[in-house]
């Protein structure tokens, strides 16, 4: 994957994010434990300085979606210095803390570690796109889809390519299905000497809605843990719990 994909992500993310709405209105979220305040993890994302360029948490999740499923859990210290500097892992200048950032990333780790491990469902962190009049977009409609699901994807591509010794380091042919339903939503120019995974996803139906587009990220992550973090014994299917819903509200806010 290459940097002008995390680079379109954040612009798209930017775009979504322009209209701020005063803190009294942000929304709770159900896909977070309930002192886990996404707002307030934007906001210490936000607060990393120049000339690094840290992951917002859709990016985020993703991407730590990807380091849960590294074969061999990597240290904090290796993945965490990508969550603040997406472009190079640079380490943010003296005098910065980013212990807060690294406990709430880290708390996250341990949630989707978990839903892994038992192959349970859980929601990524996927934000529907809202228009200039702060209505939701049509969930049917592929841009939105594409506009909610893209930096997620993107986050993912970051966590797997990070560490190519890991996830990536197991078969090809066993990865195959899996990564082609989550890297469907990328661009093809992003997939370099892929032809064999664009072949596959080019036999994916696209998801006609943003729900379907949220399980296939899930269902997925699933089929990977398989490869790389397998069961002794075969694991049975995993199905979307009855009236969930993979868009847990409007993105939270980006300090201006």
């Known amino acids: 994957m290459t940097n002008a994909t995390l680079d379109d992500a954040r612009e798209a993310r930017h775009a979504r994010l322009a209209a701020e709405n005063p803190p009294m209105n942000r929304p709770s979220h159900a896909s977070a434990a309930p002192d886990l305040d996404l707002d307030a993890l934007q906001d210490l994302l936000d607060a990393v300085p120049a000339p690094l360029e840290p992951l917002d948490v859709s990016m985020l999740d993703g991407y730590l979606t990807a380091i849960a499923l590294q074969p061999k859990a990597p240290p904090p210290a290796e993945w965490m210095r990508w969550v603040l500097d997406s472009e190079e892992g640079r380490a943010p200048p003296a005098g910065f803390k980013a212990e807060p950032i690294r406990a709430l990333a880290m708390r996250r780790l341990q949630e989707l570690d978990a839903a892994i491990r038992g192959r349970q469902w859980w929601d990524p962190w996927v934000f529907a796109p809202h228009d200039e009049d702060d209505e939701p977009g049509d969930p049917e409609d592929w841009e939105t889809i594409l506009g909610a699901i893209y930096p997620w994807v993107a986050g993912f591509a970051l966590g797997a390519d990070s560490f190519p010794q890991g996830l990536m380091g197991c078969k090809d042919s066993d990865l195959l299905e899996g990564l082609a339903g989550i890297y469907q939503f990328l661009d093809a120019e992003d997939l370099e000497d892929a032809d064999e995974l664009l072949e596959a996803i080019e036999g994916i139906e696209p998801p006609k809605h943003l729900d ?30 009855a009236g969930r819903s993979g868009r847990p509200g409007r993105p939270p806010q980006r300090r201006g």
């Open 212 to 241: 379907e587009a949220v399980e296939h990220l899930v269902a997925h992550s699933l089929l990977l843990a398989d490869v790389s973090r397998p069961f002794k014994a075969k694991a049975a299917p995993v199905k979307a719990p």
